[in-house]
């Protein structure tokens, strides 16, 4: 794919992304005027259980689609029908525990709430088999497009519904016009009709990624949800709406910039053919990612203070600046292992993520249950940082590397050492005055880049210049 049309595709998804998470943080700030902490600890419960069912339905057919293409239609129809049956299965395993949650939380509501879900778990399975079409055919641009529309009337739903007293049921309404929107927009732009068909020949081959897949999503659920559940159980609802809201203000970045590498890097990473090209093209986008990524995370750490929380959010909800480093580093090593996670998909190798997050997972729960205990909101935020974010990074590029044949030292020295550049500079600027961090830290932060990866220093400085000179010579034509 040539370049050009790559940075264009890269941007039509950030802009999709940006959008969404935009919206979402638009009506996370209105909530949080209008609803209290305990609002959003219910919530969040009921998001916990959401992102488990979800684990059966919504990408592993979109998945299936855009590793293995669209030119055998019993491949896809397959995956579809596989896809439709587990999510019929699951929506009435929710029905049925649904009872059981309100009661082992205290919280009759979240067992409606979660029936209400099953609507939403039809939609997403029917929207995203859509989206794996698209994402193959590379329609990004109507992908960004339909996630702006279904972001605003999620907004419109969700902050009228609030405006109206419906406390946590304005998420759960917001959503469902969300998915809505999605599944008839994405069924209009993909153009492609899927027919029940289960193919004896290819059944077996689908089921075996579909498990793989969903062992992979399992473990990215612990290892994703399990802090929240821990803390809503030991340490109660207003814990949990405090952890909730931090954890949505440090993973905005990272859910656009793994969304970014997720669909531009899966069909990509799918048509290399070669090892080795894999190999060179997975290191590129990890040592650039890790460049731009690390110092956006450090700016985000020296901003958000008591000062700003109470100023954006008010003053009930301080207690996240405690809890918001540790969930940054998470962050960052969530944004570090995307690309990773997208080519062991486009190699036909979601076991090997399977098996490193399911092997995690059990000391991320011994963890969680630990810093509940012993430190509150802020301990589990620690064991996000240290198991969730250092320990399962150098274990899955381990466990990759050595199942590839690939070498370690590379991909740790690309993931790890833009870590120790921003170490100067939040020393330097952590005492300083608010307004003069940002400026202190990107100056301590570009002299480390062009001292020691000068490479990619005058790289990015000569592509400033050309986009400086293009801007110049359409304001002159102008």
């Not at 009435?92 to 919280?107: K, M, T």
């Not at 972001?151 to 759960?172: D, E, H, K, P």
């Not at 961090?437 to 002299?447: C, E, G, H, W």
């Amino acid at each position: 794919m040539k370049t050009a049309k790559l940075f264009k595709n890269g941007l039509w998804i950030t802009y999709a992304t940006f959008a969404t998470r935009i919206f979402a943080f638009l009506s996370s700030l209105v909530l949080a005027r209008l609803l209290q902490p305990s609002d959003f600890g219910i919530i969040g419960i009921a998001y916990v259980f959401w992102s488990f069912f979800t684990l059966f339905t919504q990408k592993v057919a979109s998945s299936f689609i855009i590793y293995k293409g669209l030119e055998n239609p019993n491949y896809v129809n397959t995956a579809y029908t596989v896809s439709l049956i587990f999510s019929g299965f699951i929506g009435l395993v929710v029905i049925g525990v649904s009872p059981l949650v309100g009661n082992f939380f205290n919280e009759p509501v979240l067992t409606w709430i979660l029936i209400a879900f099953v609507f939403h778990l039809n939609m997403a399975c029917l929207s995203f088999v859509h989206t794996g079409v698209m994402t193959r055919q590379m329609k990004y641009r109507a992908m960004a497009n339909i996630n702006l529309v279904s972001s605003i009337m999620r907004l419109l739903s969700t902050v009228g519904c609030a405006f109206l007293g419906l406390s946590y049921w304005s998420f759960v309404i917001g959503d469902g016009v969300s998915w809505i929107f999605n599944f008839f927009l994405n069924r209009h732009f993909s153009g492609y009709r899927f027919r029940l068909q289960i193919d004896t020949e290819v059944k077996s081959e689908v089921i075996s990624f579909y498990l793989g897949s969903v062992g992979s999503s399992f473990g990215n659920y612990v290892n994703y949800n399990l802090d929240s559940f821990t803390v809503g159980k030991i340490l109660g609802n207003a814990s949990l709406g405090f952890y909730n809201l931090a954890f949505q203000l440090t993973t905005a970045l990272s859910t656009i910039l793994t969304s970014v590498i997720n669909q531009l890097g899966m069909p990509i990473f799918a048509q290399l053919s070669d090892d080795k090209q894999q190999k060179n093209a997975l290191l590129k986008v990890v040592e650039q990612t890790a460049i731009l990524a690390v110092p956006i995370y450090a700016l985000i750490f020296l901003m958000m203070d008591s000062q700003v929380v109470t100023l954006v959010f008010g003053a009930k909800w301080t207690p996240i600046c405690k809890v918001i480093p540790g969930l940054l580093f998470f962050s960052y090593f969530s944004v570090i292992n995307a690309p990773l996670f997208s080519m062991m998909i486009a190699k036909g190798r979601p076991d090997i993520n399977a098996r490193v997050n399911l092997q995690i997972a059990p000391i991320a729960v011994i963890g969680f249950i630990f810093g509940a205990y012993q430190g509150g909101i802020v301990g589990v935020s620690l064991v996000s940082a240290t198991v969730l974010g250092f320990i399962w990074n150098i274990y899955w590029w381990w466990t990759a590397c050595r199942e590839m044949k690939w070498p370690l030292k590379q991909f740790c020295i690309a993931n790890l050492f833009p870590l120790l550049l921003i170490i100067p500079g939040i020393l330097i600027s952590f005492k300083l005055p608010l307004l003069v961090r940002p400026f202190t830290f990107v100056i301590t932060y570009l002299i480390g880049l062009r001292i020691f990866l000068a490479k990619y220093f005058l790289l990015y400085q000569e592509k400033l210049m050309q986009l400086a000179n293009h801007m110049k010579s359409v304001k002159s034509r102008s």
